[in-house]
Every structure is written in C-alpha cells, then in structure tokens.
C-alpha cells in the first residue's frame, strides 16, 4: 500500500439519468485534476428522486451506469466506486449495487446491499426501500489492492449495523466505502459521528462518498460527504454543495494508529 490521494463525491442527483452522468463526470474530472487515484461515487449516482420512474428505467440505469464507470475508470486510468445503482433481479425489483472498476474497466468487487432503509421519521416522511428492492445475502467484499489496500464495501443504512464493519476488518479492511444519500433529517444528528465511529472502532481509513440538496418535492439528502482518518480526524468535509472532499490516505499513519491503539488484537468475543 503506498500513499494517495482519494476523493469522495458529493452529488445532487435527480430523477434524470444523462444530467446525473453528466454532473458525475464532471466531478470525476476535479477529483483526478486535484490527483486522486480512488473516487467515490455516492449511492444512487445515477438516478435519484421517484422510485416508480426507477424501477420503470432500472435495465437501462443498471447498463449505462456500469457502461459509464467502466468507462471513467479507463478514461482518467483511476480506481471508480459506483456508490449504489439499480440492478434488476427479475420479480420486479432491483438490487442496490456498489460497483468497483479499476484503471482498466475491469470489475473487482461488487456488493448488492444488505440492509434497507425502511423507516418511519419524525419529520412526517416514509423510506420503504424494500418496496423497490430486494437486500443482498452477501457479505461485503474486500478488494486486496497492492497501491490502494485493501478497500472494504458498504452502502449508506449499512453504517448503522457495526458488525457488518468489524466483519471487513477481520478479513484486514484498510479503507472503509460508505457511499451514501443519508436523508436531511438523520444526517444532521448521526451522519457524521457514525462515520467517526466506524473509523475508530475498526482503525480504518472512511471514505463516505455522499447525496446532497433536494432530489423531488419530498427527498432531501444531508450532504458532507467526507474522508476520517483511523483516529477519527476528519480529513475532508465537502460541506452541503455538489463537490468532492479529498484526502490523502497515508499507511504509515494506518500502522501508527493501530500500533497505538491495538483494540483490534485486544477483542474478547468474536
């Protein structure tokens, strides 16, 4: 593993394919313009806002969304996490996939969400997403990367389940994805302190690709997407606008935090 920039994109996508494309190819740009070889796309990249229009475009969404990863990975010859897209599974729903292409287009993990946000918020509004789609029954990967380490994968609600987290570090996770469209409501008390958490418990760098602004007349995402160190420092914050925090990822700084704080070699039940 040697040292790099990563970056973890901050979108504000819509119920629209080609402009979401289009704004992420943008940013993809400034990330490699600013010298990161690992980008973050957050979940739901590609189309965001009405699930009956997602589901209605899921075959064409889940094809030029992997067409386009492939395609940006090769272009600007950099490692592409698609955060979250539609897959369809054939009985009318989707799986809610996270993608990681490397410089060649060549696909190296793939994880089709576990846990759905079916929750009712204060705030008056109503996530089903099991309506639409279908959890995956895998664990998350891990990619062993010589240059990168090894990178660990998750989806959005996922960060609340911590056993899923400590299941990647047992397999010798270095840098944690949490792409996300963490609603408006929830982000403002938890995103960012759950984020921190799974980095120190785990000793883990994050990268927390994230949706930000309103998408349609009810679905608003929290923003921040952000880089945390092992330690928990934030090392990135993109604030609430489209745009990308970027941060190095310094494994020298990883065996400095471990050797300090061993908790991983100091666990008592497995």
């Not at 973050?40 to 189309?47: H, R, T």
């Not at 994050?206 to 679905?219: E, F, K, L, M, Y």
Request: hydrophobic share 40%.
């Amino acid at each position: 593993m040697k040292s790099y920039l990563a970056a973890a994109i901050q979108m504000n996508s819509l119920p629209n394919l080609e402009k979401n494309l289009v704004q992420a190819e943008e940013l993809i740009d400034l990330a490699v313009r600013q010298g990161a070889e690992l980008i973050g796309l957050p979940e739901n990249f590609s189309f965001l806002g009405d699930e009956d229009a997602k589901l209605d475009q899921a075959e064409a969404i889940a094809v030029e969304s992997e067409k386009f990863l492939k395609t940006m990975a090769q272009r600007f010859q950099v490692t592409i996490l698609g955060g979250g897209f539609p897959v369809p599974v054939g009985n009318g729903k989707v799986y809610n996939t996270a993608l990681l292409i490397d410089p060649s287009g060549q696909e190296l993990a793939r994880y089709e969400k576990a846990h759905l946000f079916d929750v009712d918020l204060p705030d008056g509004n109503t996530y089903r997403e099991s309506s639409s789609v279908l959890a995956g029954m895998r664990v998350p990967p891990i990619h062993p990367s010589k240059e990168l380490g090894q990178i660990g994968l998750s989806v959005c609600y996922d960060v609340r389940f911590p056993e899923l987290y400590r299941h990647l570090s047992q397999m010798g996770a270095e840098v944690l994805f949490v792409p996300a469209a963490f609603t408006a409501y929830t982000g403002k008390d938890h995103w960012q302190v759950l984020l921190q958490a799974r980095a120190i418990e785990n000793t883990c760098y994050v990268v927390a690709p994230a949706q930000t602004g309103r998408h349609n007349s009810i679905r608003q995402s929290h923003g921040h997407a952000m880089i945390i160190d092992p330690w928990g420092v934030i090392l990135a914050d993109a604030g609430d606008k489209p745009g990308i925090a970027i941060a190095s990822i310094e494994p020298a700084r990883l065996d400095q935090v471990r050797r300090q704080m061993p908790s991983l070699q100091h666990r008592v039940f497995v």
